[in-house]
């Protein structure tokens, strides 16, 4: 099952994507400009590989849920998400107001 939700965030909307699959689920956070996942997010790849998109992107493990995502510290971000300004450690939603600003 996909669930897509939009989710209000200082008078701003980004979408919540969760995906139901065997024994996993995915959950995403979009904006217009980049995004917050899983673990399942290999920033690895996005930074190296994919480096010429300038993906703006951030992984946050150990969450199930959108809300969780939401709250949850950030594992690892893109190179072009610390230009600007998210961190490893910050939290998702605040990622996401930078991203809605940007």
Do not use: F, W
């Amino acid at each position: 099952m996909i669930n897509v939700i939009p989710i209000p965030i200082e008078g701003q909307i980004a979408l919540g994507i969760s995906v139901q699959l065997p024994k996993t689920n995915l959950v995403v956070v979009s904006t217009d400009i980049g995004y917050i996942m899983c673990g399942a997010l290999d920033v690895g790849l996005l930074n190296e590989k994919l480096a010429a998109r300038g993906i703006i992107a951030a992984r946050a493990v150990g969450v199930k849920t959108i809300d969780e995502l939401l709250d949850a510290p950030l594992e690892s971000v893109t190179h072009k998400a610390r230009e600007l300004g998210i961190t490893p450690g910050m939290i998702g939603r605040d990622a996401i107001k930078i991203m809605l600003q940007g």
